[in-house]
């Protein structure tokens, strides 16, 4: 791929408008000090003209470098070419590599595929709409675009109007930052996709919307797909935090019309609304995810989504925190890992309302848990006495009517920011419950924990369930012991099956933990019940463990050499315990032994011995040699 570069000591100016898909940088007027580069071969210039055309694609590396020691010949002849050379709008009409672009006052790409590499681009955005074609935008290095601080509400960090789809591809190593512009009267959005779609692959994307009034991260109006990339959307705050005004924090990631935002496998999506501080007038924390019209969120299996409403605060008006999931639309489906985390919410002597995990307007909203893990948190609210309402995990307005269902594999976790209080806590409003396979858990005391990767997890105090169409309260926790797995017992509190119980496998029993014969968590001696003649025995390891999970009896030996023996008769014990296949696992290999299967081979006080080496393993059976059962 043939190569233009631009070097100078100004920022870095560019933008990127392509195909469907138009991206354009209007630069700051007052600009000193940069080389402008002579026009080669592939370079249209004219002094004074409004515009230039640069196209890397017939250039060789050769002539780039020769037009870079006449661009850098003399200072003097620098800067005078630099004025004279210096344009209004530079269009890019060839695919190629670009780096370092001088500053112009308008960069526009139209062409299938570019590379940028290592740009930052800072000014003012213009939106242009001529094409239709489809642009693919290559990642190198660090990339930093951001919009100019202009008109009403400033300019797009990256603006896609066109009818085709523009893709952000990254590659290893690269990351893309883009953020919009500030204005008089709020601010602009980080990336918007107007009509197209928008892709991002094996990218990893950081979208911020502009100061002042709170632009969003990503706004787009056709289907948005997150396919093996990490994208984090963050809507805009203020301009000066606390200053008295009635504007709201902006949304993470918008989506209008029929619009969808995808999270694919191998993908985490992080979407935060802005926050929102004010004196006496009110505040408004912003959405995470807002879906309208038509719109929807699908999370499929092997994905991540994580979103959090903005925070609200204000010293005596009305503080109302941001939902993480505010619907319109078609709502959410997750086959993944899906967090909703609701902004908080705070007033010295105003009422005080914490965002919701998701909120719905409307009758044509779906909330459906495929499989994964859901966990829907309301956001905590504290405002003067009788005046603080904890938000929902799951909300409709008055005339909305959603449907909820969670099916086999799926569970969904709501939780409380506190205790029961009735307060907004839970699932709120006209909601039409189906289980279906799946199951509801519900959790109070829920924190909000921030690991040092960067992921969430919501911890708090299981206390009921919703399975089957019944309502359960949680009545027991049982630990697991050497024998015995661990569980929850809940006890129903459905009209007419009031006292019914319901148990939870919730973890596999410890085993055994036999040193010198002794098992060192419950004193047990090493046997199996005592009524064979010979007991199961382990040599070339002074400790090792015993445990039952699903049909299998572990026998787990820290060292690479052990001998496992026995008689027929253990087996016929294990498999009166309901085990079905013998375990023995040392640190180079595992072997798995078909109970049955051994059984057929001889009597209740028929020998066997089953030697592990490092990575070799030996079976005999009444002194006969039987490799072909391992397993």
């Known amino acids: 791929m043939a190569k233009r570069e631009w070097n100078g000591s100004a920022r870095i100016w560019g933008g990127i408008l392509g195909g469907a898909v138009v991206l354009a940088v209007l630069l700051a007027l007052a600009v000193q000090n940069f080389t402008a580069r002579p026009a080669g071969p592939a370079q249209e210039s004219s002094m004074g003209s409004e515009s230039s055309s640069l196209s890397s694609g017939s ?5 780039s470098s020769s037009q870079t020691e006449s661009g850098d010949s003399s200072e003097e002849s620098s800067e005078s070419s630099s004025q004279a050379e210096k344009t209004d709008k530079i269009t890019i009409t060839q695919p190629g590599e670009y780096a370092g672009i001088d500053p112009m006052k308008q960069v526009v790409i139209r062409t299938g595929e570019v590379t940028i590499r290592d740009m930052t681009i800072t000014g003012d955005l213009f939106i242009m709409d001529e094409v239709t074609g489809d642009v693919t935008l290559e990642l190198e290095g660090k990339n930093e675009l951001t919009g100019g601080n202009s008109g009403a509400n400033g300019e797009k960090g990256i603006s896609s109007s066109g009818k085709g789809k523009l893709t952000i591809q990254g590659k290893e190593g690269s990351s893309l930052s883009t953020t919009g512009g500030s204005g008089t009267q709020g601010g602009s959005f980080g990336i918007c996709a107007t009509s197209g779609k928008l892709d991002l692959v094996d990218a990893t994307v950081t979208a911020t919307g502009g100061v002042g009034g709170g632009g969003s991260g990503i706004s787009a109006n056709d289907e948005v797909n997150i396919k093996n990339s990490k994208l984090t959307a963050k809507g805009g705050g203020q301009l000066h935090p606390g200053e008295d005004t009635s504007k709201g924090g902006g949304t993470g990631i918008s989506v209008y019309k029929e619009g969808k935002l995808v ?28 879906v309208s019209f038509n719109g929807s969120c699908e999370v499929q299996k092997g994905g991540k989504l994580t979103a959090i409403g903005g925070n609200a605060e204000s010293k005596s008006g009305v503080a109302t925190g941001g939902d993480a999931l505010n619907g319109m639309g078609g709502g959410i489906v997750s086959s993944g890992e899906t967090t909703l985390i609701g902004g908080n919410a705070k007033s010295g002597s105003g009422k005080a309302t914490g965002g919701n995990a998701s909120f719905y307007d409307g009758n044509s909203n779906q909330v459906t848990v495929k499989g994964g893990t859901t966990t829907a948190l309301g956001g905590k609210a504290e405002g003067a006495d009788g005046k603080a309402t904890n938000g929902s995990s799951i909300k409709t307005s008055r005339s909305g009517k959603i449907g909820l269902s969670v099916e086999t594999g799926g569970t969904l976790v709501t939780a409380m920011p506190g205790e029961r209080d009735g307060k907004g806590n839970g699932i709120i409003g006209n909601v039409e419950i189906k289980t279906d396979g799946g199951k509801i858990e519900e959790v109070e005391n829920a924190k909000v924990v921030k690991k040092e990767d960067g992921s969430i997890t919501v911890t708090g105090d299981l206390v009921g369930i919703k399975q089957d169409g019944h309502s359960y309260e949680l009545t027991a926790t049982v630990e697991p012991t050497c024998t015995t797995p661990g569980k929850r017992v809940y006890t129903c509190t459905t009209k007419d099956h009031e006292g019914e119980t319901y148990e939870e496998i919730i973890s596999d029993a410890l085993g055994h933990h036999f040193v010198n014969g002794v098992c060192t968590r419950c004193g047990a001696p090493e046997s199996n019940g005592g009524s064979s003649a010979v007991t199961l025995t382990v040599t070339g390891a002074g400790a090792y463990e015993t445990s039952i999970a699903d049909g299998r009896y572990i026998i787990a030996v820290p060292a690479e050499t052990a001998v496992l023996s026995g008689c027929l008769g253990n087996l016929k014990e294990l498999k009166a315990q309901g085990v079905n296949t013998l375990v023995f696992r040392t640190q180079l290999r ?4 078909n109970i049955d299967s051994m059984l057929s081979l001889g009597v209740d006080d028929t020998l066997f011995t089953l030697t592990h080496s ?3 393993a030996e ?13």
């Open 590 to 593: 595992e072997t798995a032994l």
């Open 263 to 290: 999270v694919g496998e191998g993908s985490e999506v992080i979407a935060i609304g802005g926050d929102y501080k004010t004196v006496k007038k009110s505040a408004q924390g912003g959405a995470g995810i807002s």
């Open 59 to 63: 250039s060789s590396e050769e002539e």
């Open 614 to 616: 490092g990575e070799s």
């Open 619 to 631: 079976l005999t059976v009444g002194g006969f040699a039987h490799n072909e059962l391992l397993h």
